[in-house]
């Protein structure tokens, strides 16, 4: 008995080592563990934001006084705009028709004096809404800036503003509004799918391509011994490539992390073997590598990028497509991400998504066994 543990541990140890050999000798696997990382996060570190930052505001003033010049000005010292004076309306609207502005404010001649009078004073707002949500941003900062005017001008002049609720706004977990903060977590996700998925997905197929998958029949490896020993080395990469994305994340980015470490590991690991898991059938149902890493982009990069959470928020998507997004393993792992490093430990959206990548991992799991045997058909 302890010679046949010994001989299955020496070719259990031995396929380990056949794996290693095959991922230094192909520069590719190491790319896309560390290399792609950086880019990706370089890309949507500084090259994407979300942030409405210096927009370009058009100001018509039709009768300039102290209040006018007032208003004005709080634009101009805000970071969110980027404002531009226009002798007439008719320049102003030639000016968003060609898109040198996003929007205008137009404050009529009557400003002043309906100000002091007490009623409401007249401004005019046009947004371009061509991308509706810039427009919907736009909107809501103009409106916002309107009204801490409005109550700094009231409070220099004794006055209270009819308003019949007092908002006071907190924002919770990213407070300086930074997209960067919410990409970057997510975007660990979108790399640990690629990791995973895409080079799993032709650890089986690149055998069949090579011809060496009819070697490994005849060795007394059995089928699970040949697919965990070809498994590991990934598992292995692609927890490096997590460890040195998260490292750029904080160090490099200065995304807070709030959470626990052992958290991110456990959370990280299961992601990983079920990533790997999918990208291995992938590899056994397909026998060419070419269609093996097209079909992992389809089935796993798009559907992370897109249906995950990443970008877009799940409560906005369709009815129909929420359900869809279920099946998507980045979902779960980016909703713990993003909690880990921006609120903390929470532990109800925590466990609710290990038990949801658990449950993949086991559906995944009965899939490859039933479809990896040991034949050459």
Do not use: C
């Not at 005019?124 to 409005?150: E, F, P, S």
């Not at 090579?210 to 011994?225: S, Y």
């Amino acid at each position: 008995m302890k010679t046949q543990r010994a001989a299955r541990a020496m070719r259990f140890k031995g396929m380990i080592h056949k794996e290693w050999l095959q991922i230094l000798r192909d520069p590719s696997s190491i790319a896309i563990a560390f290399l792609m990382p950086v880019v990706l996060l370089f890309l949507f570190g500084y090259g994407v934001s979300l942030d409405a930052r210096s927009i370009p505001i058009g100001f018509v003033i039709d009768q300039p006084d102290s209040n006018s010049a007032s208003f004005r000005a709080s634009f101009d010292h805000s970071g969110f705009f980027a404002p531009r004076s226009f002798g007439s309306i008719q320049e102003a609207q030639q000016a968003l028709a060609e898109r040198r502005i996003d929007g205008i404010i137009w404050l009529r001649s009557n400003f002043s004096s309906s100000l002091l009078s007490g009623e409401d004073a007249p401004i005019a707002v046009r947004v371009n809404a061509v991308d509706a949500n810039q427009a919907r941003i736009t909107q809501g900062y103009i409106q916002g800036a309107w009204l801490a005017w409005m109550n700094q001008y009231a409070a220099r002049h004794g006055r209270d503003l009819p308003m019949p609720i007092a908002l006071e706004q907190r924002v919770w977990f990213n407070a300086a509004l930074i997209s960067r903060h919410y990409l970057v977590p997510g975007l660990v996700a979108i790399i640990m799918t690629l990791t995973g998925s895409l080079l799993t997905a032709m650890v089986v197929a690149r055998e069949w391509e090579r011809g060496t998958m009819e070697a490994l029949m005849v060795t007394p490896l059995n089928m699970q011994e040949m697919l965990i020993g070809k498994l590991i080395p990934y598992f292995l990469l692609g927890m490096g490539g997590m460890l040195f994305t998260v490292a750029l994340a904080v160090w490099q980015f200065e995304v807070p992390f709030r959470g626990s470490f052992l958290a991110l590991l456990g959370a990280s690991a299961l992601f990983m073997l079920v990533a790997l898991a999918l990208g291995l059938l992938i590899s056994i149902v397909s026998k060419n590598q070419f269609v093996a890493g097209q079909i992992a982009i389809i089935v796993t990069f798009l559907p992370a990028f897109i249906l995950s959470g990443f970008i877009f928020d799940i409560h906005s998507m369709p009815q129909a497509i929420q359900v869809v997004t279920l099946a998507v393993p980045a979902r779960y792992l980016v909703s713990i991400l993003q909690s880990l490093f921006l609120a903390g430990d929470v532990w109800p959206v925590y466990w609710a998504n290990m038990g949801a990548m658990a449950i993949l991992l086991v559906m995944l799991t009965v899939v490859v066994r039933k479809k990896a045997y040991k034949r050459l058909d």
